[in-house]
């Protein structure tokens, strides 16, 4: 389970996180949701110990991550797996090095191992055959799913994505919202999806959390967000320019 | 009017001042943290030849062209200045203690400051812009032993080696020209390179490069971690890389070799 308590974040001189309140349930989908701009990549951020919030608290599974040392972090991070926005592959990295890094480096299994486990992994996100394929010769939608088969190689507990749609054909965007719910089933994980894609949304969450002006304003579920009885919501799902949302 | 200049100036020096003392203080950090995770960066070796590679084969063909011309130019220059003052016979001798103590190992980084300077900072900038730094710190693999160490050995590491390549090819580079436009014969040269070869002023200019490997390899690291923003910031942290690794390493220079000429030169 994942504790947010009256987190807060100013950069730049602007509060971008103004104190959240989040709880996210073991094996549930939270999709966090929201305009551009508003603290949700932050937020996931926040999560996993990449920033260091101004005040507030985080605790996974009981445990305070707020004022860890980074190798106290980097225990905890090992239970997560993360897709980027724009996947951040590494470049000089072939696609089955990208997906084994972590593997390789934590030491945990033999070459042989390694390499049979990336290519599990990228058979579970459709790929297969491109170990040797650089990133730069992979198209936006192939590039999301390696980098989706390398937050899954180390068997996270939790996985966290980053406008995992955006920038993407609705047809691989699909594909893509199939494989987030797909991973969650099979591996049971506890995940967290930041979007403001409200079609992918709607096709992962279980729980729909609305983040704007640094504060989780909504919090429910499908039923409770398609319903609009909150005026914010509401005018987020209908795209409209006007309402309590100031553009 | 002129108060309210004063007070302004007086903030942004002040200002400029607190801005440098905070970025040695990062650059400390970074090193120490660096010196903290050498160890453990060790066991990936392969990520240090790697960048050995990089940073001293991938320079070769540039620090040739350099080195050709800078001991040619170091033969004119004698040539020039002994006419009718010093025997010839000396200029072999000029060259190989001008080249060893001084201009290969500052021309050397200088070139491969340039070069390896920016490649590191644009590299590691992209990677810090599009969010692969932090893809590392996700996977709980720490950036610095990752990235920053084996950088930094590579270049201190690589440039001695590339310097003496260098003091080769310029010793050649003056040869050539020694030979066959000043009239010098090969007999005399050698005999003036070898009458003047120290091993205390060959080792003192690969000290330095050891010296000017770890400022490269620094500038680039820690201005391509700090890279903010998108094209244009890789662009600004590549730059101040250059300049700075430039900078430091002829300041450096002149603080080491006073530092070598009180030191190891008082006893030859």
């Not at chain 1, 987030?180 to 894609?197: A, C, E, F, N, P």
Request: net charge neutral; glycine share 12%; proline share 2%.
């Amino acid at each position: 389970m994942i504790q947010i308590r009256g987190l807060r974040k100013r950069l730049g001189g602007r509060a971008v996180l103004d104190g959240v309140d989040l709880d996210i349930e073991d094996g549930e989908c939270v999709v966090v949701i929201g305009r551009s701009g508003t603290g949700k990549s932050v937020l996931l951020k926040h999560i996993l110990g990449l920033m260091t919030p101004d005040e507030g608290s985080i605790q996974i599974e009981g445990v305070e991550i707020v004022g860890m040392s980074e190798r106290e972090l980097d225990e905890v991070r090992q239970k997560f797996g993360m897709l980027f926005q724009g996947a951040a592959l590494f470049d000089s990295l072939t696609v089955g090095e990208n997906v084994g890094l972590g593997l390789r480096e934590h030491g945990r299994l033999s070459d042989d191992e390694i390499r049979k486990r990336v290519s599990e992994r990228l058979d579970w996100v459709g790929l297969e055959g491109v170990e040797d394929t650089k990133p730069a010769s992979l198209s936006g939608g192939m590039r999301k799913r390696v980098g989706l088969a390398r937050a899954i190689a180390m068997d996270p507990r939790y996985i966290l994505y980053d406008e995992p749609t955006t920038g993407l054909d609705p047809i691989m965007a699909d594909a893509i919202d199939s494989l987030i719910r797909g991973m969650q089933k099979r591996l049971g994980v506890t995940t967290i999806v930041v979007t403001h894609d409200l079609d992918s949304a709607f096709k992962v969450g279980d729980r729909f959390a609305m983040l704007h002006e640094g504060k989780i304003v909504f919090f429910g579920n499908t039923q409770e967000t398609r319903s609009g009885s909150n005026a914010m919501v509401k005018q987020f799902i209908e795209g409209s320019s006007t309402g309590p949302i100031k553009v | 009017m002129e108060d309210l200049i004063a007070v302004r100036g007086a903030r942004y020096a002040r200002e400029r001042v607190l801005d440098g003392v905070a970025e040695i203080g990062r650059v400390t950090l970074m090193l120490a943290d660096a010196a903290r995770l050498t160890v453990p960066a060790l066991r990936s070796f392969r990520l240090i030849t790697q960048q050995m590679a990089a940073i001293g084969v991938g320079s070769l063909w540039l620090v040739t062209v350099v080195s050709v011309f800078t001991g040619a130019v170091a033969a004119v220059q004698a040539a020039y200045q002994f006419s009718s003052v010093v025997p010839l016979k000396y200029i072999g001798a000029v060259i190989i203690r001008s080249v060893i103590i001084e201009l290969g190992p500052v021309l050397t980084a200088l070139v491969v400051g340039g070069r390896v300077g920016a490649s590191i900072a644009a590299e590691l900038g992209t990677m810090k812009v599009t969010e692969q730094i932090d893809a590392l710190r996700a996977m709980a693999i720490n950036p610095i032993r990752y990235l920053v160490v084996p950088r930094l050995i590579a270049s201190i590491v690589m440039l001695p080696v590339v310097t003496i390549f260098s003091n080769a090819i310029a010793i050649f580079g003056g040869y050539v020209v020694a030979v066959s436009t000043i009239g010098v014969s090969t007999h005399t040269y050698v005999l003036g390179l070898k009458q003047f070869f120290f091993l205390k002023a060959l080792s003192s200019g690969l000290l330095k490069s050891m010296f000017f490997g770890g400022i490269i390899g620094t500038m680039g690291c820690y201005y391509g971690f700090r890279t903010e923003g998108g094209a244009e910031g890789v662009g600004i942290a590549t730059t101040r890389a250059v300049v700075g690794a430039c900078v430091l390493v002829l300041i450096s220079d002149y603080l080491l070799a006073n530092f070598f000429f009180r030191i190891i030169f008082t006893t030859e």
